[in-house]
Nanobody, 117 residues
Framework: QVQLVESGGGLVQAGDSLRLSCAAS????????MAWFRQVPGKEREFVSC????????RLSDSVKNRFAISRDGDKNMVSLQMNSLRPEDTATYYC??????????WGQGTQVTVSS
């Protein structure tokens, strides 16, 4: 059974940092690209960042560039999102996703990030 379990969300103030983690199980982690998306109620899910199975960062959305960084740990089957200089507009539910090359096949349940002004 495939599981992606996010953790690390919370309530912070503008300018603070948070580190989200996603623990993957039930997949051969090394062959999956991993990504973070976020969603605000009433809006479409938004891409944040993804990282290739090699560990090379594929992309960061313009809205988080220079503030967020994605990384992966193959020994722990984990992908992380370091979020710095958080803004109120970063408030969302953050989701982890996994792809073996044909779309984001697996998704986590999400972790809430709330940034107060």
């Amino acid at each position: 059974q495939v599981q992606l379990v996010e953790s690390g969300g919370g309530l912070v103030q503008a300018g603070d940092s948070l580190r989200l983690s996603c623990a993957a199980s039930g997949i051969t982690f090394s062959v999956y690209g991993m990504a973070w998306f976020r969603q605000v109620p009433g809006k479409e899910r938004e891409f944040v960042s993804c990282i290739y199975r090699s560990g090379a960062t594929a992309r960061l959305s313009d809205s988080v560039k220079n503030r967020f960084a994605i990384s992966r740990d193959g020994d722990k089957n984990m992908v992380s999102l370091q979020m710095n200089s958080l803004r109120p507009e970063d408030t969302a539910t953050y989701y982890c996703a996994a792809s073996a090359g044909t779309g984001w096949k697996y998704w986590g349940q999400g972790t809430q990030v709330t940034v107060s002004s």
